[in-house]
């Protein structure tokens, strides 16, 4: 066991890709005299992980990407990331780190499947997750009309995000509590018959819809209409004073009248 330790070691240190055990298996038995059973390479791994795991060594021994191998430990990264960080750097433009989040979670999924989720043509993203090898087709639905293909992540997607499977994914719930939208049915996505109306702020702060030019017409008219009904009625006012104006012009002609009628007899 002493002796196949440091070949464990060795194989790990030197690989460029994270090495499954029984690619190791494999490598060891090339150069090992005695037969090796899975069982002895796991006790080897075992022991170097705990070997690593101490202080004293600023890497440590990860199971990442369906295979074993040495990372730097969280406590330096800053200190190597002025090395050689815009190698490791894969910018992704947001359509792009959409789909891949999909296809993390839902894979495998077709191409139709992912539009779906997403309301959008998804061609040109998966394209360029297909070139920098983040994804990979892993075949065809043979349930579905015409067999589309299926999409998965790949072990460099595992191996970046330093996880063994999509299992060691965080799940949803630990990410956050988002309600999960549905997508408009198309009767509710029917544009408004004033597609001129639009959303404003009022002087007291309270959101209110804009009125449109026709509405803002028959408010018009209908103060309009309005004032136009006041103006008879003051009219009629007037008229009455005058009535009662003339009838007491009249009352007074008539006691006039009266008088000089008295003063005849008189």
Do not use: W
């Amino acid at each position: 066991m002493e002796q196949l330790m440091p070949h464990v070691e060795a194989l790990i240190f030197a690989s460029e890709r994270p090495l499954p055990q029984m690619e190791m298996i494999e490598l060891l038995g090339n150069v090992m005299e005695e037969q090796l059973e899975s069982e002895k390479v796991a006790i080897c791994l075992e022991a170097v992980k705990e070997k690593y795991d101490t202080d004293y060594y600023p890497f440590e021994l990860r199971e990442t990407g369906g295979g074993y191998q040495f990372l730097t430990k969280k406590t330096y990264h800053q200190t190597v990331l002025q090395l050689n960080g815009d190698k490791y750097i894969k910018k992704l433009s947001s359509a792009a780190m959409e789909t891949l989040a999909i296809i993390s979670y839902k894979q495998p999924i077709t191409k139709s499947e992912i539009e779906f989720i997403r309301g959008v043509s998804s061609d040109y993203s998966i394209q360029k997750l297909l070139e920098k090898e983040l994804i990979v087709i892993a075949g065809r639905n043979e349930e579905a009309v015409g067999k589309p293909l299926l999409y998965a992540t790949t072990k460099n997607f595992m191996d970046y995000l330093g996880v063994n499977s999509p299992a060691d994914l965080p799940q949803l719930k630990e990410i956050g509590n988002t309600d999960i939208v549905l997508p408009t049915s198309g009767e509710e996505a029917l544009p408004d018959e004033q597609p001129n109306r639009q959303m404003i702020v009022d002087n007291n702060g309270e959101l209110k819809i804009e009125a449109t030019e026709a509405e803002e017409g028959e408010e018009s008219a209908v103060t309009n209409t309005a004032d136009a009904d006041i103006e008879p009625a003051g009219q009629s006012d007037a008229e009455e004073q005058e009535e009662k104006r003339d009838g007491t012009e009249e009352g007074t002609d008539a006691d006039g009248d009266q008088e000089e009628g008295e003063e005849e007899i008189n």
